[in-house]
């Protein structure tokens, strides 16, 4: 039988393969995250009709004649390169912004995607679409720890901001040098107990120059916790001389970076800790993966951050459907960490990745593959007429 019959067999093979791989491309051109593949050929063994002959005895050497076998699948790679950002403006949908994949679990199993389109069930856990859950890392007390196991990122809308107790208050601006004496100015400062009730502590600052000659600039403070009225002094250059703090009700009070120059008032509080138990009314997702939770008290404060996963040898994992990924010998195991370091790309918050694929080069690889079939169907039908011709001989 001639080997033309079985190198076109061959071709017809490997080019259906070939069409096959660009039809699924083109079939997923508006996949979130969905990655291309290209057919890769290689030519199978050959058969040696003559063996190369080295030179000798005046007479030249000889290349060996060797006739091909056909073609085979030599692999199907994935295209791993970036897709165009979608903006959707969902809260729930992410997208890496260079490399680095998503880490989820679905039965007990961890996966890999780059599709960030996902949602929250009923019990608060961010999932995909299939119900996989996304893992990264919880805050505790408001700090994620990135070097902690993975678990499943969990936001349940009954998260709270928990309460916590004033204990220091600053106070910044200027106390008037050239205020009448007797001016009185009362300054008003909410702060919390460790329950997140909340009190109102009262400084009241009182201008009283002249009372002591080596004194000009000094004010008398009084605070509403009924303690002893203590004198607050400028040096000559407006800089505050004594005392740097003072204790109200319990709450440390900061007057460090009060002025004393003329004809200025503006002393205000500047800042201060504590505050009331708040409950999570929405959140935002930073370009690290740190989801911050915005609560009702006014605060935000990371609720939680999600991890992303990289591979030595990304080509070498294993499309496992539903646009998910598992490891295999060859792809090496993942290196979990944040976004943003390690060679991880970044976050990119109500933005998709769209596939990669590149419809022009698909429909071009559809030619391609149309022609290569066609050509190798000749082949066998030439090498049909040709044995035709050979049973032909005898009549």
């Known amino acids: 039988m001639l080997r033309s019959l079985f190198s076109g067999i061959s071709g017809l093979r490997t080019h259906q393969t070939m069409l096959d791989v660009t039809g699924n491309n083109i079939a997923n051109v508006n996949t979130t995250g969905f990655k291309a593949s290209q057919t890769q050929f290689k030519d199978t063994l050959s058969q040696v009709l003559t063996n190369a002959g080295g030179a000798q005895g005046g007479v030249g050497g000889t290349n060996p004649a060797q006739v091909g076998l056909g073609v085979q699948l030599a ?47 009923a019990n608060g856990n961010l999932v995909t679409a299939e119900g996989a859950l996304v893992q990264g890392w919880a805050a505790v007390d408001g700090a994620v720890d990135p070097n902690g196991p993975l678990a499943p990122l969990r936001l349940p809308t009954s998260v709270l901001n928990p309460a916590s107790a004033t204990t220091k208050v600053g106070f910044d601006g200027n106390l008037p040098s050239d205020a009448a004496v007797g001016t009185v100015l009362n300054r008003d400062v909410e702060v919390y107990d460790a329950l997140g009730n909340a009190r109102t502590i009262t400084l009241s600052f009182t201008q009283s120059a002249g009372a002591a000659p080596a004194d000009p600039n000094r004010w008398m403070l009084t605070t509403s916790d009924g303690g002893a009225a203590q004198p607050v002094a ?44 708040g409950s999570l009314q929405s959140f935002t997702i930073n370009a690290d993966g740190t989801i911050i939770g915005a609560f009702s008290n006014g605060l ?78 000749r082949v066998i039908t030439t090498s049909d007429e040709l044995l035709q011709e050979l049973v032909n001989l005898k009549r």
């Open 300 to 377: 935000k404060s990371p609720v939680g951050r999600i991890a992303l996963g990289t591979f030595a040898n990304p080509v070498g994992l294993e499309k496992a459907g539903g646009s998910l990924y598992t490891t295999t010998v060859n792809s090496g195991e993942a290196a979990i960490g944040t976004a943003g370091a390690g060679g991880r790309g970044s976050l990119v918050g109500g933005a998709l990745e769209m596939s990669n694929v590149d419809l022009s080069q698909e429909f071009t690889n559809l030619i391609i593959a149309q022609r290569g079939f066609q050509a190798n169907s």
């Open 234 to 277: 400028f040096n000559a250059d407006g800089t505050l001389a004594s005392p740097g703090t003072v204790t109200v009700d319990g709450v440390a009070v900061s007057l460090a970076d009060v002025t004393g120059f003329a004809k200025l008032t503006s002393i205000e509080t500047a800042s201060k800790d504590g505050q009331r138990a």
């Open 75 to 121: 692999g199907v790679t994935t295209n791993f390169q970036q897709g165009a950002a979608q903006v959707t403006n969902r809260s729930t949908d992410m997208m890496i912004s260079g490399d680095g994949f998503f880490v989820v679990s679905k039965n007990g199993e961890n996966f890999y995607t780059r599709s960030g389109a996902f949602d929250f069930d």
